[in-house]
């Protein structure tokens, strides 16, 4: 019997399409979240797309004894996918120790369970908010680290150094971090997507708000950047290009095809798009005016940054293939599937 994928923060947004990819490439997955930001109906989207409801089991990372458990008896889980974290910068520097608390914690004792229970193969959710404003575009892997923005972008680079330090420790442990751009879009299927609760923090569930007029305008942060309209500029990567990322990130684990023991990659389309070019090609997408507003910077937000995927495109075999216009309507076809959803319940 073919080994099992454990993917933790499975029902969350990225999670839950990278567990459909994975079902789509014939793993078998188990999932594993508290439900601190998604919620259980998550499984049914994914059974409505691939056919298959993985298991599925409410577990706290930070609580060592109940994953200590769960890992006991069981061999038939060799890898990991872990993407279980609070991930709101702004939440992050108003209570840093509650983030310190779970995205450090919970790592921890996922790396310890991994060593004592001999499961291998670690894939990690990091961002590109590690290269802070980076001194050169677009951003390979060879840039340095900056100076982190926010207690949110420090917990990322921690966690990327303890599963490096734990790999050169010569555990036998092999991990891949993937340093996403800006994940945006929904499955096709318009069955899971990003469900923010309360305010979003992030450009695209803003706009999708906007338009269906739960928001009643869009405030823009800045337009006086030196970028060519003056907003700033991000890599912004469909969700199931970034979910396929993992597939083969996850593969090349258990293939032992990574030869350093620790590996990382960027995850983004290779082109940058400012935010009111994003706002026309969503308008563009879906015929939708998006009601907005010019409004101060955002403190601590990033000129511009977009990636280049040389690495990732020739070691790890993946590019990104979706245009922003379909990854817009997938955003937008998603929005008014859950609205018409939570309606009905
Ligand atoms: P999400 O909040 O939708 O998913 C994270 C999931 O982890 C949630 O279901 C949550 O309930 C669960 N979780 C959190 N803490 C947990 C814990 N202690 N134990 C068990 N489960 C826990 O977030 P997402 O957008 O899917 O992000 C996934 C990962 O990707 C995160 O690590 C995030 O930091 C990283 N990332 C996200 C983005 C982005 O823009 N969405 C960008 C770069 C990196
Ligand atoms: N942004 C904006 N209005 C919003 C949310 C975001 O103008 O309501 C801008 C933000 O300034 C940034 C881009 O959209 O330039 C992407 O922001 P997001 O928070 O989605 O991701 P970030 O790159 O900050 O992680």
């Not at 695209?204 to 009643?216: D, H, K, S």
């Not at 939708?288 to 690495?311: C, F, L, M, S, W």
Request: contains cysteine; hydrophobic residues 35%; negative net charge.
């Amino acid at each position: 019997m073919g080994k099992k994928i454990l993917v933790t923060g499975g029902t969350g947004y990225i999670g839950s399409h990278t567990v459909v990819e994975l079902i789509n490439a014939h793993h078998e997955v188990v999932i594993l979240d508290n439900l601190y930001n998604s919620g259980i109906s998550v499984l049914d989207g994914i059974r409505d797309i691939t056919g298959v409801k993985p298991e599925f089991h409410q577990i706290d990372l930070c609580d060592k004894e109940r994953l200590d458990a769960f890992f006991a008896g069981r061999d038939d889980i060799d890898s990991v996918i872990h993407f279980a974290a609070y991930k709101a910068v702004g939440e992050s520097a108003e209570k840093p120790l509650m983030y310190y608390h779970n995205n450090l914690n919970s790592t921890l004792n996922l790396l310890d369970a991994m060593i004592r229970h001999g499961i291998s193969n670690i894939v990690f959710s990091s961002s590109c908010t590690v290269y802070g404003e980076p001194d050169k575009l677009p951003v390979d892997e060879q840039a340095p680290v900056k100076e982190p923005s926010s207690p949110y972008g420090n917990t990322k680079q921690v966690n990327e150094q303890m599963i490096r330090f734990t790999v050169e420790a010569g555990h036998p442990i092999r991990g891949i971090s993937l340093r996403y751009f800006n994940p945006i879009g929904a499955h096709p299927s318009a069955k899971i997507g990003e469900a923010p609760q309360g305010i979003p923090n992030n450009l695209l569930p803003y706009i999708t708000q906007t338009a269906f007029g739960i928001r009643e305008k869009l405030k823009v942060f800045g337009n006086d950047y030196d970028t060519p309209d003056g907003t700033p500029i991000r890599d912004y990567i469909n969700v199931v290009d970034l979910s396929k990322a993992h597939v083969v990130a996850i593969e090349r684990l258990i293939d032992q095809k990574n030869k350093k023991g620790y590996e990382f990659f960027n995850i983004g389309t290779g082109r940058g798009h400012t935010v009111l070019e994003v706002i026309q090609a969503f308008e563009r997408a879906t015929g939708q005016k998006i009601n907005h507003q010019i409004v101060a910077r955002r403190p601590g937000d990033v000129e511009k940054v977009y990636a280049d995927t040389t690495a990732a495109n020739q070691e790890l075999g993946w590019k990104a293939e979706k245009t922003l216009e379909e990854t817009l309507l997938s955003a937008w076809n998603w929005e008014k599937a859950y609205r018409q959803n939570k309606n009905e319940q």
